[in-house]
């Protein structure tokens, strides 16, 4: 190593905690159902903040998603989701946030900054391992 590279950082995550890539995406998954009239108008509510929070950042730093959990309920797999909207944020293989949220797009701007923010929370430590499973399957989904 010569003098001008920096030393390798290390990381005190905690042991098991994946750690986060810093070229993966932030992924904004949003399961919701084709019958929820909420659901309807919060999927503008997501291209809308998609569209400004990409004003700020790197294309390929946002990744939104819209899952309609029974159309595509072999990629939900046994998850039960029962409010709506219901969100899962990830980077990589670490889960950051899984649950309802209002449907107001001020909660979700807030919410996802929050995660673009170098102090964002570390991953969740208790967590559904179908959850987990998810946002790897989420990984290959269509974006928005």
Known sequence: MSATQPAPSTSH?????????????LLVACLCAQWCRTCDAYRDTLVATRDALRVGHA???LRFVWVDIEDESDLV?????????T???????????????????????RLVRSM???SAPPP?????????????????HAAL
């Open 59 to 61: 294309l390929d730093a």
């Open 116 to 118: 673009l923010d170098k």
């Open 77 to 85: 797999g046994d998850l039960d989701i029962e409010d709506f909207p």
């Open 13 to 25: 995550a905690e042991p098991g905690a994946s750690l986060l890539p810093a070229t993966s995406p």
């Open 87 to 109: 969100l899962l944020l990830a980077r990589g293989d670490a889960v950051l946030f899984f649950g309802p949220v209002m449907p107001h797009a001020q909660t979700l701007d």
């Open 124 to 140: 969740l430590a208790a967590l559904d391992p179908d959850v987990a499973r998810l946002a790897v399957r989420l990984r290959t």
